[in-house]
C-alpha cells in the first residue's frame, strides 16, 4: 500500500453515464489460492464515438494477454495506472466488438478480504461495493448491467454462481445468470461444503430449490437460517407482491467477512454469525437478527438487484428501503410495538451519535473518497426512518400505489433517489420537494414543543432547528410528521393518534372544545428521527408511563424519566424516587408484554447518557455517568427487591428452549431483573443461573452479571472449555471481558486478551469481537489517562495494513471524542494524529480519521 497525497474525492455532481453498453459477459476462473487465473469476455457496444474504454482494476492484478476481437492492440494504446486499464479510442472498432483479457490474482493473499478470497481454505467473494475491480478488468460502476455466465474450474467439492446451473461435473460447474446486473453483485464460491436443503413454491407455481451451505458438522446449526429464509419469500410475496425469479436460491456462511451479509443475485454470502445458532451457542438476540438478516438480503433480490443503483451516492436507495423492508417483516414476525422501540434505541445509539459528530452526512452523500466508509447509520437507519415518514405522509395505500409503480417502472433500472420520490409524486400528486431535504441535509432536527391552554383550547407551537454539521452551516426547514394524541386526566384518550404536518420553522397547530387540560402525547411511534425538546414535569412522564396507549411514547415517557434522574444523579444530584417508584407499577403490571417491559426495565446505556448530556451543552464526565447508572440500578433493584424476585421465578421459561418471540419476551424480562437483582444479591443468581440453563441466552446475561461482580472467573473458565473450538462463541467470551469489566480493568483486560494465541486478529469477527467490546465499555474506553485511545489506536494501525475497511469502521471508536474534557481530548486527538501520520495509510482510515480531525 503507498501513501495516497492527493485525495481522491468523488462527487455526485460529476455523474457521467459509461460511454458503452456491455451486451454480456462470460468468465473463466481456473482456481488456485496463490495463482487464479480469471477469462474475461466482455462484449461491448459503443454508446458515443471517440470514447477511450477505461477499465477499473487494481495493481495486485497480473495481466497475461489482452485482445479486441482476436487481435491484440498496439501496446501503445493500451495504459494502465495503479487502478485502472485504459484502451484509447484509437484501437477501438466504431461498432460491437468483444474485449478478451486473462488475468491472474493471488486469492491466498489478499487480507483485505475484497474480491477473491480464501476463508479457511474456502474460495469465495465479496464486490460491494469496489471488489470485483480486484478479480479483473471491468467497468466496475452499479449502473454497467448485464447477464454473466461463469465457468468455475477448480478440486473444491462444491462450485457456486449467480443465476441457474448449467452444468455440474466433478471439477467442473458452470451458471448462467439471465438477470442482468452490475459487477457488485457477482459472486464465486468453491469450498468443501454440505447444504442444508429445502425448497419453496413461489404463487405462480415457479419451484425454487433452496439450499443454506456450511461447512461440514455446522449443518444442525443451519435450519432456522433455512426457516427464516421461507418466512421471508412468503412475506414479500405477501407484503408487496414480490416473488423470486431464478429456480435456485443459495446461502453461504463464511467465517472472514468484513461486513453482516451480502444479497449477490442467487447466491447470498453471509458471515457465519448470522447463519449459524443452535440454542447452546446462540442468544435470542443471535436468533432475531439472524432471522432479519436473511430477510433484508432476501428482499434486495428486488429493492437492489432488479432494481440497483445508479451510482453510490445512491446506496441509501436500495439499503435504506431494504432496511425499512426488513423492519416491517420482524414488526409482523414478533412483536410491532417492541422491534419499534428496539430500532429507535439504536437509531439513537449509533445514527444519532453519528449525526451528532465530526462524521455526520445525509443519507444520500453528495461527495466521499472511500465508499466503503458510508455503509453507515446514517444510510441505513436513518434511510429507513426516511421511508417510514414518507409512508406517514402518504398513508398506506398511498405508500402501496408508490411501491407498485415503483417496480414497475425501474424494474431493470439502474435508479436515483430522484427516480424513487417521482414515483411517489406520480402516484399520490404530492409534492416532495421540501421532503427530498432529509435526503440531502445531515443531522438531526431539534424540535421544541411549547403548549398553551385556555378556554377548551389547546394549542401546540413547534419550533425546529437542526444544528450545523460539517460542510452545511444552515439547514432550512423540513416537513417533519409529529403525530400526536391527547389523553385526559383521567388517563383515558380524548383524542386518538393524529399526524401534524410541520413545514415552516415554526407553527402551531390548536384543538378545540376540550373538556379540561389534556395530557400531549407527542411524536408517537417516533414518527420523525428528531430530538423532542418539550417542558414536561416528572409527573406528567410518569402519567404518560402509566396510561400512554401508544407503545412507544409510553416507553419513551419512562425513558426520560429514567434519563432526567441519570442526568441529574451524573451532576451530583440526588434523584430518582420518581423513577423507581413508576416503574415499581410498570414491572407489576402483568397484563404488559414482558419484552416491553424489559425494556422499560434496561436503563439508558452510558454512551446514551453522555449523548443526551452534550446535546444539552453539558461535557459528560464518563466516570460519574457510570457512578450514576450503577448507582440507580442497585436502587430500584433495593426498593422492589421482592417484586423483582417474584418475577424472576415467574419469568422462567419451562420445557426446552425455543427461540420464538415468546419465549425470548419472558427471557428477556427475567434477565432484566437478574441484571438488577445482581446488583443487591452479589451475584448468587447468576452464578446458578450459569450453572443451570441450557441455552447461551441465559449463560451470556449471568456471566455479563458476574464479571460485574468481579466473579466471572470459573464461568469464563467453564465456557472456554466447553466451547474453545466454537469460533462464535469465543467471539462473545472476547467481547464480554473488555465490555463489561470495571472501567479501570478494561483496558489491561483488552491488552492481556490480545496477547492469546486464539486472537486470530485478522479475522473480522475475533477483531471487532475485542476491539469493539473495548470500545462498547464507555468510561473504560473514555479512561482519562488516553489509555483505552492508545490501545485502539494501535491495533487500528495494525489492522489497516491488513484490512483497510475493518480497520476504517472501527476508527469510529472515536467519532464523539470532542464531546469530552479538554484532557480526554487531547489524548484522543493525539492518537487521531498519530493515525493520520501513519506511513502508508490506506484510503479508507486515512479519509475517517481526517474527517474526525477536521
Ligand atoms: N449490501 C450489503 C447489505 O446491506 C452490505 C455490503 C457492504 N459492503 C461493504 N463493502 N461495505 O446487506
Ligand atoms: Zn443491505
Known sequence: MTIEATANEQFLADYRPYPFDLKQVALEFDLAPAATRVLAALDFQPRESGADLVLDGGKQIKLLSLTIDGAVPDAAHVSRDDETLTIAAAALPSGPFRLETEVQIDPSANTAFEGLYLSGGMFCTQCEAEGFRHITFYPDRPDVMTTFRVLVRSDQP??????????????????????????????????????????????????????????????????????????????????????????VFNIVAVDDFNMGAMENKGLNIFNSKLVLASPDTATDADYERIESVIAHEYFHNWTGNRITCRDWFQLCLKEGLTVFRDQQFTADMRSAAVKRISDVQSLRARQFREDQGPLAHPPRPDHYEEINNFYTATVYEKGAEVIGMLKRLVGDDGYRKSLDLYFQRHDGDAATIEDWLQVFEDATGRDLTQFKRWYTDAGTPRLKMAEDWGDGRLTLRFTQNTPPTPGQPDKPARVIPISVGLIGPNGDEVLPSQILEMTEA????????????????????????????????????????????????????GRDLALSALLQLAQGNMAGDDYIAAIGQLIADENADPAFRALCLNLPSEEEIATRLSARGVVPDPDAIHAARTDLARRIAETHEALLSNLYRLMAVPGAYSPDADAAARRSLRIAV?????????????????????????????????????????????????????????????????????????????????????????????????????????????????????????????????????????????????????????????????????????????????????
Not at 460447474?173 to 457477482?186: M, V
Request: charged share 25%.
Open 158 to 247: 462444491v462450485l457456486l454462481s449467480n443465476g441457474n446451473p448449467v452444468r455440474q461435473e466433478p471439477g467442473l460447474a458452470e451458471w448462467h445468470d439471465p438477470w442482468p446486473k452490475p459487477s457488485y453483485l457477482f459472486a464465486l464460491v468453491a469450498g468443501d461444503l454440505v447444504a442444508v436443503s429445502d425448497h419453496f413454491t413461489t404463487r405462480s407455481g415457479r419451484d425454487v430449490a433452496l439450499n443454506v451451505w456450511v461447512r461440514p458438522g455446522d449443518q444442525d446449526r443451519a435450519g432456522f437460517a433455512m426457516e427464516s429464509l421461507i418466512k421471508s419469500m412468503k412475506w414479500d410475496e405477501d407484503a408487496y407482491g414480490r416473488e423470486y425469479d431464478l429456480d
Open 506 to 557: 415554526s407553527q402551531s397547530f390548536s384543538f378545540d372544545g376540550l373538556g379540561a387540560r389534556p395530557v400531549v402525547s407527542a411524536l408517537r411511534g417516533f414518527s420523525a428521527p428528531v430530538i423532542l425538546e418539550r417542558e414536561i414535569d416528572d409527573a406528567t412522564r410518569a402519567f404518560l408511563l402509566a396510561h400512554d396507549s401508544d407503545p412507544f411514547a409510553r416507553w419513551e415517557a
Open 674 to 854: 437478574l441484571g438488577l437483582l445482581s446488583r443487591i444479591d452479589g451475584g448468587d443468581r447468576a452464578e446458578v443461573l450459569f450453572g443451570t440453563a441450557g441455552n447461551m441466552t441465559e449463560r451470556m446475561a449471568a456471566l455479563v452479571c458476574l464479571i460485574r461482580r468481579g466473579r466471572g472467573q470459573t464461568a469464563l473458565r467453564l465456557l472456554e472449555e466447553e466451547f474453545g473450538d466454537n469460533r462464535l462463541v469465543m467471539d462473545k467470551w472476547f467481547m464480554i471481558q473488555p465490555m463489561v469489566a470495571p472501567v479501570a480493568e478494561s483496558v489491561q483486560i483488552a491488552q492481556t486478551l490480545a496477547k492469546r494465541k486464539d486472537f486470530d486478529w485478522k479475522n473480522p469477527n475475533r477483531f471487532r469481537a475485542l476491539l469493539g467490546g473495548l470500545a462498547a465499555n464507555h468510561a473504560g474506553f473514555h479512561r482519562a489517562d488516553g489509555a483505552g485511545y492508545a490501545f485502539t489506536a494501535d491495533w487500528l494501525m495494525k489492522m489497516d495494513r491488513a484490512n483497510p475497511q475493518i480497520a476504517a469502521r472501527m476508527s469510529t471508536a472515536f467519532e464523539t471524542w470532542t464531546r469530552y474534557d479538554a484532557g480526554r481530548r487531547e489524548k484522543a486527538l493525539a492518537a487521531l494524529q498519530r493515525m493520520a501520520a501513519m506511513e502508508g495509510i490506506s484510503r479508507n482510515l486515512r479519509e475517517m480519521v481526517s474527517r474526525m480531525i477536521a
